[in-house]
């Protein structure tokens, strides 16, 4: 039985198009950088945070800080609906524009956004 060399695997179309589905999604995600690229910088930046001690206390002080205006935001918030939140979206920021977000629970969620 002979194989003729000229005959293509069917697959190769199905291939060709997952591929390209991938690459395109891929550079979609990535803002057309490289996913290489990606991680090295990550990578730099997670091995340069490691070796800093003062850098991870600055870090943990703020999240502290950070988690402490949001736990008081959430025990005002819990006794006066009219507490003023602990952090305002920035002006262009249009994602919490309805007032549903201004209610509980869902604006506790909101604060908790803003403050990361």
Same mark, same amino acid.
């Given at each position: 039985?002979?194989?003729?060399?000229? %005959?293509?695997?069917?697959?190769? &179309?199905?291939? $060709?198009?997952?591929?390209?589905?991938?690459?395109?999604?891929?550079? %979609?995600?990535?803002? &057309?950088?490289?996913?290489?690229?990606?991680?090295? =910088?990550?990578?730099?930046?997670?091995?340069?945070?490691?070796?800093?001690? &003062?850098? %991870?206390?600055?870090?943990? =002080?703020?999240?502290?800080?950070?988690?402490?205006?949001?736990?008081?935001?959430? =025990?005002?918030?819990? &006794? #006066?609906? #009219?507490?003023?939140?602990?952090? $305002?979206?920035?002006?262009?920021?249009?994602?919490?524009? #309805?007032?549903?977000?201004? $209610?509980?629970?869902? #604006?506790?969620?909101? %604060? =908790?956004?803003?403050?990361?």
């Amino acid at each position: 039985m002979s194989i003729d060399k000229h %005959q293509t695997d069917p697959l190769d &179309g199905i291939a $060709e198009t997952l591929d390209h589905a991938a690459a395109a999604m891929m550079a %979609q995600a990535t803002h &057309g950088l490289s996913p290489a690229t990606l991680v090295q =910088a990550w990578s730099d930046w997670a091995l340069h945070l490691a070796i800093s001690p &003062g850098k %991870q206390l600055q870090l943990a =002080a703020k999240l502290g800080r950070k988690y402490m205006r949001l736990a008081d935001y959430a =025990a005002r918030r819990a &006794g #006066d609906p #009219d507490t003023l939140p602990a952090i $305002e979206p920035l002006p262009q920021d249009r994602r919490f524009d #309805d007032p549903a977000w201004r $209610e509980q629970p869902y #604006d506790l969620l909101v %604060q =908790a956004f803003l403050l990361t």
